[in-house]
């Protein structure tokens, strides 16, 4: 590798790693979701390949409420090789805005055998079930349950989100 091509992929890390500090952090500033943006669209350009560029464009969205665009984000990056808890998790609330029930379990499937003790996968299993009311879907309760069940295995004994995982388990079980 050239030092040329090594200093342009280092530039390139660094840029991603500060742009998702930003998103890490933007709550405390809306302008950070812009900054951010801003960075990865520069570093688009120079490194398309690589999938952490798109999984940041796809948080963009998906914090601005543009799930379509999210998700088209986030399976270019999983189609580069993407692989973690929180690329799943958000492309499971995507698919979750548009009612597809089967990918939406898939994906959050994916993301809590990626980080079983992220709550934020648990959070985001939750709010699937919640808003696709799948209790009341005969067809896809039984993958629910299973899903569901793997949730209570690996929730954390914080008693907050342990009731929230069992709620969720009574509703479809019993419905």
């Known amino acids: 590798m050239s030092d040329a091509h090594e200093a342009q992929e280092n530039t390139v890390e660094q840029v991603i790693t500060r742009a998702r500090n930003l998103l890490d952090d933007c709550w405390d500033d809306e302008n950070d979701i812009d900054r951010a943006e801003r960075l990865l669209q520069d570093v688009m350009?120079?490194?398309?390949e690589r999938g952490a560029i798109w999984q940041g464009l796809g948080d963009v969205r998906w914090l601005n409420g543009e799930h379509d665009i999210a998700l088209a984000?986030?399976?270019?990056a999983r189609d580069l090789g993407v692989d973690n808890a929180a690329l799943w998790g958000r492309m499971a609330t995507s698919y979750a805005e548009f009612h597809q029930r089967d990918d939406a379990l898939a994906a959050i499937d994916r993301a809590l055998r990626l980080a079983p003790a992220d709550e934020s996968a648990l959070d985001y299993f939750i709010l699937i079930v919640s808003k696709l009311k799948l209790w009341n879907e005969p067809t896809v309760r039984e993958q629910a349950l299973r899903v569901a069940n793997r949730a209570e295995e690996l929730a954390s004994q914080e008693l907050f989100v342990q009731g929230r995982v069992i709620g969720i388990l009574v509703k479809l079980r019993t419905w």
Request: no cysteine; proline share 12%.
């Open 45 to 48: 350009f120079i490194a398309p």
């Open 73 to 76: 984000h986030y399976e270019r």
